[in-house]
């Protein structure tokens, strides 16, 4: 009632309609584990085809919240959505560094990270089965999302030379002003050795943890 005016008003929300593409998509499962984390009443109403369904589904009113890419926020609802006093943006998830902190984003300098916004509901820092089920994903998706694969026993000096290459090009000035203008923000290296890190924690989920996700799953598939 009233509408948001700021992002901790979401908990003041008694029917939160979280539009989505399914359960197995990024932007769901964030989406589903921050209101659990926030503990935030909703419903899920998945099935939309694409980031540009789930927004426009918002605009409509079928649904009232969504999760969207940084280049769809940056490309469409921002300039469609926020500018015409539609929407606002609630935050983001943060990046989790070497000693657990979460490192802000200098993309997004305007929103606030998820830990400052529960931060500012709860008096206290997130804990619980959704909180840990929301930092493994996003440092998957933070950290090791966009992944170049290649073969046993691949050469060592042509992984060397396409790792070298790599981190050239997404670090070259020009391809991030060109990347900039086609996607709104560019894209960032991570090396191997991180990426690899994330990657293995996928094999020491704890049991917990792991039953947690896959009830999770199945309830958002049974929407």
Same mark, same amino acid.
């Given at each position: ?36 984390? +926030? ?67 200098? +993309? ?32 998957? +998706? ?82």
């Amino acid at each position: 009632p009233g509408g948001m005016k700021q992002p901790v008003d979401i908990v003041k929300a008694t029917d939160l309609k979280f539009g989505g593409i399914g359960p197995g998509a990024i932007p769901d499962v964030v989406g589903r584990l921050t209101l659990l984390a +926030l503990e935030t009443p909703f419903r899920y109403i998945p099935g939309y085809q694409g980031s540009i369904k789930v927004v426009n589904a918002v605009r409509s009113g079928e649904a009232n919240m969504a999760v969207a890419p940084l280049s769809t926020y940056r490309q469409v609802v921002e300039p469609n959505m926020i500018a015409a006093g539609e929407a606002i943006g609630v935050m983001y998830w943060g990046s989790q560094g070497d000693n657990g902190e979460i490192v802000k984003n200098p +993309l997004i300098p305007e929103l606030p990270t998820f830990n400052e916004v529960y931060q500012s509901i709860h008096g206290k820092a997130p804990s619980g089965l959704a909180y840990e089920a929301l930092v493994f994903n996003t440092n998957i +998706l933070n950290n090791a999302s966009h992944l170049m694969w290649g073969p046993p026993g691949m050469e060592k000096e042509a992984v060397a030379a396409i790792r070298e290459g790599m981190k050239h090009v997404i670090n070259d000035p020009n391809y991030i002003d060109e990347q900039t203008k086609i996607a709104g923000y560019p894209q960032h290296y991570v090396e191997p050795e991180v990426a690899e890190k994330y990657v293995k924690t996928i094999s020491t989920v704890s049991p917990e943890l792991k039953k947690f996700m896959i009830d999770f799953y199945y309830e958002g598939k049974a929407k």
